[in-house]
């Protein structure tokens, strides 16, 4: 897998649900992001957070064990594998993040959703004017988005020795790359 086209028509094989796709979109997005900021590969980086689902709509029980069986059946790398596997540890995996990229991976899929929840709440219903302090707030309100695991975002930006507030901006930043895909432009 080398090119985006190949890592959504792998997306897409295993996942029919507009929102997990959506979801996809978002981390691909987020993980391009990061990738320039830190001088990194770009396309491998947003590949990897393209797929990182890619076994949730067939198997959430089993979910980040199914897709190391059908990676390897696709023929994907062992570092694409790992780095994939590792964005559930402590939740359904016990591999652990290492390299940068696998941290932030880690660290902002549970974000972004509620990044996404927090545009879907707003008058306007866009990211393009999202300000880090409306989503600190729905950070702190464990009632809101109540499915996104705040430990895991806070390990990550430890992980990271990233402050809350870059990782939260970086990946607001990330999703207004990708706004019009998310559907997260709204009505400014």
């Not at 830190?38 to 076994?55: P, Q, R, V």
């Not at 062992?78 to 995996?93: K, Q």
């Not at 430890?158 to 790359?177: A, N, P, Q, S, Y």
Request: overall charge negative; some cysteine.
């Amino acid at each position: 897998m080398k090119t985006r086209r190949e890592a959504y028509e792998l997306l897409t094989k295993y996942n029919t649900s507009s929102s997990l796709i959506k979801h996809g979109f978002a981390v691909e997005a987020v993980m391009r992001y990061f990738a320039r900021q830190f001088g990194e590969d770009e396309e491998y980086w947003g590949n990897i957070g393209l797929i990182h689902d890619l076994d949730y709509e067939l198997y959430p029980e089993e979910h980040c064990h199914k897709t190391k069986e059908i990676m390897e059946k696709e023929g994907i790398s062992e570092d694409i594998i790992r780095a994939v596997i590792s964005h559930g540890w402590n939740i359904c995996t016990d591999v652990k993040p290492e390299h940068k990229m696998e941290k932030v991976l880690y660290t902002i899929d549970e974000l972004t959703g509620l990044i996404t929840a927090t545009v879907y709440m707003r008058p306007n219903k866009s990211i393009l004017d999202l300000e880090v302090k409306s989503v600190k707030k729905k950070f702190k309100s464990t009632g809101f988005a109540a499915g996104v695991n705040r430990e895991v975002i806070l390990a990550g930006c430890e992980m990271l020795e990233m402050d809350l507030d870059t990782v939260i901006l970086w990946t607001i930043e990330g999703m207004k790359e990708a706004a019009k895909e998310l559907e997260l432009v709204g009505e400014l």
